[in-house]
């Protein structure tokens, strides 16, 4: 995690969310894999917006289109963080994320709903404490009445965490269920 506007650096942090009351579409882009591998269509380890053929793209965007669900993305460009949020990546981790749970899902979650958060690139066991307790702290804060977890994975694991991916085309490579960090 680095602050500064330097060659090879990522520029922003990102958050996005996707959210939903029904796992439906998941399922549905399992069920089309399958089809589409029956058929013989060339597809890679997972479905993604940049890498596949324009068909299958247009299948999986009909699938997903059937389904109820909403992106929501902060995007923090690291360099303009102030001196006390980029002191450490505790304190950093829990700023975005405030202000994201806070506008951007908060006010959508009701009451007694389970959040499955997946954070497909964060590194060490410590990284993924850190995250965890920041998370926590806010989640808590914003969050009411609701439970939630954590759970760290690649994309190409779960037909639902790639549905971030293929919203966000060519913005990364992982996705999310509930919510998903990642640094471009």
Not at 73 to 88: D, F, L, M, R
Request: proline share 3%; net charge positive.
């Amino acid at each position: 995690m680095t602050f500064n506007r330097n060659q090879n650096v990522s520029k922003y942090f990102i958050i996005c969310t996707v959210s939903t009351s029904s796992l439906d579409a998941g399922y549905a882009l399992h069920d089309l894999r399958h089809e589409l591998l029956t058929e013989g269509a060339e597809l890679g380890d997972y479905f993604h917006a940049t890498a596949d053929k324009q068909a299958v793209r247009d299948r999986v965007y009909t699938t997903i289109l059937k389904h109820d669900w909403k992106v929501q993305a902060t995007i923090c460009e690291k360099a303009k963080a102030q001196p006390q949020v980029s002191a450490s990546k505790a304190r950093f981790y829990k700023v975005p994320w405030y202000y994201h749970l806070r506008f951007g899902l908060a006010p959508y979650v009701p009451a007694d709903s389970h959040l499955i958060v997946t954070a497909a690139s964060i590194g060490t066991r410590k990284e993924r404490a850190t995250y965890i307790n920041g998370l926590s702290d806010v989640a808590s804060q914003n969050i009411k009445g609701s439970t939630w977890c954590v759970d760290f994975r690649p994309a190409m694991t779960d037909c639902w965490l790639q549905i971030a991916t293929i919203a966000r085309g060519p913005f990364s490579e992982s996705g999310s269920l509930a919510t998903e960090e990642h640094t471009t």
